[in-house]
């Protein structure tokens, strides 16, 4: 991984630590994993000094509405809850109302178009699968948080904390699957191409899975199939009429026929076969990985910088992180732009699950 050993370096303490609901535990989540992952410079200010970017305007969680909407649309049983585009404007205007108590305006109307967004997306989504009622709802929308122990001392090391989707059960097959709901900004041939080996949902299909047997929700004998991704991509639907063919959408000319100009697809579902080999597999590499975490919290391993044009671009702390590497200020800069945080407040769970 490119860090090194070193010897005599501060231990990092990590407030967040001292918020850990769970026996004092440290807590994990996938996103702390990811950024763990992707660069430990941006993770030490996000996840151990407990700093985020100061925003003008409070961030519209929308996947977190996304989320919830289907929750409310997906309830335990054979049959559909409420619609998902009620939900969203209930959710939103709620969202909305709270952020105005505390003096926020929509001045540039970002907000009102993710409003506008989340309507459309879901009215689509209720166009394209209906019902849904091949589906039986065994579990939704689940926080889950399950202490997981040293692999060595067989002592409690941490805790992982989640949100797990739901566990949909095929009335038709009778295979048990784990849906994903992803929101993402385009749907290609690329879209499906990690989900064999996605860390994000090996987080799910380990620990969130263990507690769904753990706690009941799931028989012994209830056998899961896989994980089901649900995505929807972000846009307004076109509006020209169109026919399904297939259960693919085809968009039609003002005379009726099928036009050459199609939109890339709104919604894919993909199921991913998943059993007890890759469940080990994905809980190795969590553990590995929590193991530099702590490696890292300790000063044996260095808090690395991955600088590339895979991490920087999307990095929050771009523009801290090169006045550090220029030699200048850039704790003033840290002072002037960021705020304090609690990545395990509960909300924050949410919200960092809901991609
Ligand atoms: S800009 Fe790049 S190297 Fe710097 S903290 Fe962000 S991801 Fe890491």
């Known amino acids: 991984m490119g860090a090194t050993k070193t010897s005599g370096r501060k231990r990092i303490k990590r407030r967040s630590e001292l918020k850990a609901k769970s026996n004092g535990l440290p807590m994990l989540r996938n996103s702390e994993r990811t950024s763990f992952r992707n660069c430990r410079w941006a993770w030490n200010l996000s996840f151990n000094r407990t700093l985020q970017p100061r925003t003008a305007s409070p961030p519209l969680r ?3 509405l996304i989320h919830k909407s289907l929750a409310a649309h997906y309830i335990p049983g054979k049959k559909r809850g409420e619609s998902p585009v009620v939900a969203f404007e209930k959710f939103y205007n709620e969202e909305l ?4 108590k505390m003096g926020f305006r929509d001045e540039d109307g970002k ?3 993710a409003g506008e967004l989340g309507i459309a997306m879901m009215t689509n989504y209720l166009d394209q699968y209906g019902a849904d009622d091949q589906w039986e709802v065994l579990v939704t929308e689940q926080p889950f948080e399950v202490i997981v122990n040293h692999p060595d ?4 090391w941490f805790v992982f904390v989640g949100v797990i989707d739901g566990a949909w059960r095929n009335l038709g097959t009778k295979k048990i699957w784990i849906p994903d709901h992803k929101t993402t900004s385009g749907i290609g041939p690329t879209t499906v191409k990690h989900l064999v080996l996605d860390d994000q949902a090996g987080g799910y299909w380990t620990w969130g899975v263990d507690w769904l047997y753990e706690k009941g929700y799931l028989k012994p004998n209830q056998k899961l199939a896989g994980m089901l991704y649900n995505f929807m991509r972000k846009a307004i639907p076109d509006e020209r009429p169109y026919k399904m063919r297939k259960g693919v959408r085809q ?3 003002a005379d009726g026929t099928v036009s050459k100009k199609q939109p890339s697809p ?5 199921p991913i076969y998943r059993d007890e080999m890759d469940k080990q597999a994905a809980r190795t590499r969590a553990l590995l990985d929590y193991g530099e975490v702590e490696m890292v919290r300790q000063g044996i391993l260095t808090v690395n910088k991955n600088p590339g044009w895979m991490t920087c671009p999307n990095c929050w702390a771009i523009d801290i992180c090169e006045l550090h590497e220029a030699g200048h200020d850039w704790e003033d800069m840290v002072r002037a732009t ?3 945080w609690d990545p395990y407040a509960e909300h924050e769970i949410y919200a960092g699950e809901s991609r």
Request: glycine letters at 8%; zero cysteines.
């Open 62 to 64: 929308f996947g977190t």
């Open 111 to 113: 907000w009102q178009d």
């Open 266 to 270: 709104y919604f894919l579902r993909q």
């Open 338 to 340: 960021t705020q304090e």
């Open 251 to 253: 968009y039609l000319n």
């Open 153 to 156: 001392t067989g002592e409690p």
């Open 97 to 100: 109302k709270i952020q105005e």
